[in-house]
Structures are given as C-alpha cells and as structure tokens.
C-alpha cells in the first residue's frame, strides 16, 4: 500500500521541526536528550513512538504536546508556532496523576472547569464520558477506592472528555496488569474505530513491542544517545488485528531484532501483506553480545523451567517485574549461547539450556564454557590469542580495534567489558584492568585448553 498522498486533509496537526532537547551540565558540557528531530502528527493515524527506556520517549512527547520547550527547532500547530496556538490535546500517564482529593466525577470534570465550562453542562459530559469508559456507578469513588485498571480510566475519560484533537499517551498500559492492560487497549481501539471521540490523532509513546503493533497506524522507533528516529513506517495489518498471525510475529520480530542491534541500521519493515521476511534481514552482522551477565542468563532459564519450560517474554518481563527492555539483552544472550530459542514471541528453553539450569555452579560454569566457546565468536578469538601468544596475554586495545570496524567507541567498550564478563564466568580467560589485558589463567590452562575433552 502506498503511503497516502499529503492532501488538506491529513495536513499535520503538529510539525516538528529539527527539534532537539539538551540539558545544560555544570562542566559546561551539554547532555543531548534528543538529536534534531523532524516529525509530524497527522489526522486518522494512531502513531506509536518505541523506544528502549532512556531514549528521550516522554522527552519527545512532553515536546510535541506543547508541554515543555526544544532547546532547539520548533514545534507547529496547524502551522502556527505551538506557542502562540491554541492547542487542543490531553495526556494519559502511566501514573494515572488523579487528583486523590476529588470524587472520580470530579476529577473528570477538573479540566472542563480549567476550561470554564459551566456547572451543568460539565456534569452532562463528564457523566456521559464516565459511561462511555465503563465508569458509570463510580462518579462519587475516591480514587484509592478502585483497581489500578478502573483508575486508569478515570485518566481516559478526564483525558477524553475534552474532546481533545491528539490524545497524547505515555505508557498508559505499563501499569496495569496483563488482563486489565489488554482489555483497555482493546476499548481504546473501539472508541478509535468506532468514532465514538472526536480525536483525530493519537500518539502512544510505549516500550512494548506488540502494543505498538496491536495498535499503531504507524511505528516509529527511538534509538538513544541522543534520542533519534531509525526507523518509522506504517502498520498494514487490518483491524483487529491477529497476534498469532505471521505477519504480525515477522513485523514484532523485526522492530525486535531493530531494538537489539542498536549498531546495525534498520532493514526495512517486512512485507505485511505476504507475511514474507526480506532475505536481507537475515545477513550476517559481526555478532554482537547482548549485555547480560551469566548469572541472569541462569536466573531466565530457571524461572522459564518453573513455567513449563516455554513462555511469553512479556509474561516473564512481568513475573521478574523487568523492563521489556532489559529483559531483551537476556533472552538474546540465552539465545546466542542456543540456552533457549524464540518462537512466535514465546522463549522455548532448549536440552543444553535446561542442563545448564539444572546444573550445579561448577558444571554451570563448563556447560556455559562449551556453549560460549562454540557460539560467540570474540570469546573464541580472546581465547584463541591468549592460547597463540607466548606471554599469553593480549591488549584489550588489540580487540577493541578490531570492534571499532563494526560498533561505535562506546560499544566497542560495552562489547569488551560484557567479554570479561562472560569470559571471567566461563573461566576461559581473566581481565587486568590495570594494566587492561586479557590474561590466561594459568592454574586453569590444562583444562580449559581442551574444553571438549571430557
Ligand atoms: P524515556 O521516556 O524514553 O524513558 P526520557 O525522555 O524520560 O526517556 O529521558 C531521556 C533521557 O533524558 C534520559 O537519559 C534522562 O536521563 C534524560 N533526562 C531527562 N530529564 C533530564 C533533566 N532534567 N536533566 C538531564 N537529563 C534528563
Ligand atoms: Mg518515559
């Protein structure tokens, strides 16, 4: 499908332009939050911003909802400078930010009377507007008397009642719980399609992949350091949607694999009609290692034994109440070491990966030798150096310059010092970080020099 042409009628309604964010610092460096940015917000889309956590998301949407000012570059409504214009919008937060004091009722009328509307007519939409959420029985609770869910309602029906023209949203599932979560997104969706507000955009700043996919028109994904857009395009799927579906799994998979390899520049999006992954995602990069330490790789694999031995990532980031997005480097470090293999968004623990839980530390630590030997290729060159050199010890100023051919200075940094890491637990080599080389371990040479002897 082609991108629709830009006719009046999907104008934007807020236009970035080259907009960057940066914080003064008292050594007169600045920290850049977000690089410059162009962006645009356009009636009948809901546009999903992605991004790991730390990326500049709420940053970007405080920015383009008029909430806070870019150091640099401007925002426009309707064209006009968002600072002189008269803007319509609401946000939901993930923190529901109720007022505890007011009855629901009143917290939903609160920005109606900011507004002044009058007493009546502000009764008349805020009850209407609780109903439509499925409020209607709880106009006179107090917030501490309902579920995170029915709060988070309240924060739809205050956002909503406005009639705002983008309904800005940060996060406004994270919260809640699976179930709740779920239901919520899928009213949305029905208020969406159904018309039933008067919203012409939505903006869902989110760190969950599949909620992005669920219900994006459009996906744009944040990278950090600064915040920057490196990929964005537009959801095809129709509504509602399929999770188990193949071109949804290909589509989440994709901006999965885009979210993991920050040094790699995104492919583009697969092709959502066929459901066909292009040959080229698949081209072999210099491997990266997630940064995951092995005794997380170990903690993963026992919680997914007491599971049954297969689950949901998303269900697992919530039973260890992690981030997705620091779970990923997990389950990506358990998949390289062929610990565990992903199917259709389900982490399935392999035979070695469940002999590696089962284990005691000391076979733990053989098994993971094995296992790092045979699929990380820069364990193997560390070891193999080490092995080669008559001093055997080797610079990590030799490795990170191999590296700088693949990753920027900073990765290159975090590649090594996840090495260490791995290769300390492995015991296939140890780290002088004073004089910073990579050193065989002597007591342990006959040994480990012939890890598949055994
Ligand atoms: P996200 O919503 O994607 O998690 P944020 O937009 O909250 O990210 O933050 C982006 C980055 O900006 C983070 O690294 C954060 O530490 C930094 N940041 C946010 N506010 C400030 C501030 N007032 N001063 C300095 N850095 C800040
Ligand atoms: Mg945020």
């Not at 709420?58 to 968002?82: D, Y």
């Not at 509307?117 to 109903?131: G, H, T």
């Not at 080389?437 to 480990?448: D, G, K």
């Amino acid at each position: 499908m082609p991108e629709p042409a830009t006719t009046t009628a999907n104008a934007a309604i807020i236009r970035a332009q080259g907009i960057e964010k940066y914080y003064a610092q008292p050594s007169q460096n600045r920290i850049q939050v977000i690089a410059p940015t162009d962006l645009s917000i356009v009636p009948g889309e809901i546009l999903a911003l992605l991004g790991p956590s730390g990326s500049g998301k709420s940053t970007m949407l405080r920015m383009l909802s008029g909430l806070s000012q870019p150091s640099a570059g401007q925002v426009f409504w309707h064209e006009k400078p968002i600072a002189n214009a008269e803007i319509n919008v609401s946000i939901v937060f993930q923190s529901f930010a109720l007022f505890p004091w007011l009855t629901v009722q009143e917290n939903v009328e609160a920005p109606l009377q900011a507004r002044g509307i009058p007493p009546e007519e502000r009764r008349r939409r805020s009850l209407k507007m609780l109903d439509t959420v499925g409020l209607d029985g709880f106009e006179a609770a107090y917030p501490k008397e309902l579920s995170g869910g029915m709060r988070q309602r309240v924060g739809f029906a205050r956002a909503l009642v406005v009639e705002p023209e983008v309904l800005f949203m940060d996060e406004p599932f994270s919260a809640l719980d699976v179930l709740t979560a779920e239901n919520l997104r899928s009213e949305l969706l029905e208020l969406w399609a159904n018309k039933t507000m008067p919203t012409k955009a939505v903006f869902l700043v989110t760190h969950n992949i599949e909620e992005a996919v669920l219900l994006a028109d459009r996906i744009i994904v944040l990278g950090r350091n600064p915040g920057h857009i490196r990929t964005d395009f537009r959801v095809q799927l129709p509504q509602p949607r399929d999770r188990k579906s193949e071109p949804f799994t290909n589509l989440v998979d994709y901006i999965y694999k885009v979210l993991t390899r920050p040094e790699v520049a995104p492919t583009a999006a697969p092709d959502q009609t066929t459901g066909k992954v292009p040959r080229d995602q698949r081209q072999m990069h210099y491997q990266m290692l997630p940064h995951a330490r092995p005794g997380g790789v170990a903690g993963l694999l026992e919680l997914l034994i007491d599971h049954g031995g297969k689950d949901d990532i998303y269900r697992l980031a919530d039973d260890l109440a992690f981030e997705i997005d620091d779970l990923l480097p997990i389950v990506d470090a358990a998949q390289l070491l062929g610990f565990l293999n992903i199917e259709e968004g389900d982490a399935a623990i392999t035979a070695t990966g469940a002999a590696f839980a089962n284990s005691e530390i000391l076979h733990q630590k053989e098994l993971f030798r094995e296992a790092a030997l045979t699929n990380v290729l820069l364990l193997r060159q560390i070891r193999r150096a080490l092995e080669t050199k008559s001093d055997h010890t080797v610079p990590e100023e030799f490795f990170l310059d191999m590296l700088d051919e693949q990753f920027s200075d900073d990765e290159s940094l975090r590649q090594v010092e996840t090495a260490v890491n791995w290769g300390r637990y492995a015991e296939l080599f140890d780290f002088d970080a004073s004089r910073r080389r990579f050193i065989l371990p002597e007591v342990e040479e006959e040994t480990v020099a012939a890890p598949e002897a055994e």
